[in-house]
């Protein structure tokens, strides 16, 4: 059973600090990571995608992928209160199928 | 603009009654997602299909039927065999090519019981 993992929180930061989410994913063949952002009572959007070893930085956002210890973070410089969202993580596994393997989600409360 | 229409944003059914939700898209994404997200819960797989006239069971599809008769429509059906419909449906596409790109997401469509 292929699995993505992320601590369900919440994680609490003060306005301003950096906010560090992980996920562990088991199938050792992923190919792809994304991390979405979700608003209470909206759709997820994506914020952040990788695919390669090491760190993919946007604006405030970087993703980091360490595939020998099956893991991706995203950090969040300088935290805002416009932040706080459920995080969710996905995985697209080995293979030919675009299906994408997804967390629980990590909720993120940035605190003013 | 191009993106994913889901309507209607909330729908209520009674006891018994067959639901069709709707999504349609116009970003030429070959494959196409359902997925039901109840409270404090993550995405659960309904259905897909990743091409015209051609879908495959997700992981909680008992209850519920889909069509793909166009690259654009993808509509679901909750049908009066499920027997908690109350969530939230999400409708996604991704396209086709490379390995890097993820899904858009419809706004989703509200659905509750009465």
């Known amino acids: 059973q292929k699995e993505v993992e992320q601590n369900s929180g919440p994680l609490s930061v003060p306005e301003g600090a950096i906010a560090s989410l992980n996920c562990t994913y088991s199938?050792?063949?992923?190919?792809?990571f994304f991390w979405y952002r979700q608003y209470s009572g909206k759709s997820p959007e994506l914020i952040m995608f990788i695919y390669s070893n090491g760190d993919k930085e946007d604006g405030r956002f970087t993703a980091q992928l360490n595939k020998a210890s099956q893991y991706v973070s995203l950090l969040i410089r300088d935290s805002q209160p416009s932040d706080s969202a459920t995080y969710l993580c996905?995985?697209?596994?080995?293979?030919?199928?675009?299906?994408?393997?997804w967390g629980l989600g990590t909720s993120l409360a940035v605190n003013p | 603009d191009g993106g994913i229409t889901q309507s209607p944003k909330y729908l209520f059914r009674k006891e018994g009654q067959n639901v069709t939700l709707s999504c349609e898209q116009n970003l030429n994404h070959d494959a196409m997602y359902w997925y039901r997200q109840d409270p404090g819960q993550g995405l659960r797989l309904i259905y897909y299909s990743q091409i015209v006239n051609d879908f495959q069971k997700g992981d909680i599809a008992e209850g519920y039927s889909v069509s793909r008769e166009k690259k654009e429509s993808f509509p679901l059906t909750v049908t009066s065999a499920q027997k908690n419909p109350t969530a939230f449906y999400l409708c996604?596409?991704?396209?086709?090519?490379?390995?890097?790109?993820?899904?858009?997401f419809g706004s989703g469509t509200r659905l509750t019981v009465v």
């Open positions: 996604a596409s991704n396209v086709d090519r490379g390995e890097v790109y993820g899904y858009t």
């Open positions: 199938d050792r063949g992923s190919q792809s």
């Open positions: 996905a995985v697209k596994p080995y293979g030919n199928n675009r299906k994408l393997i």
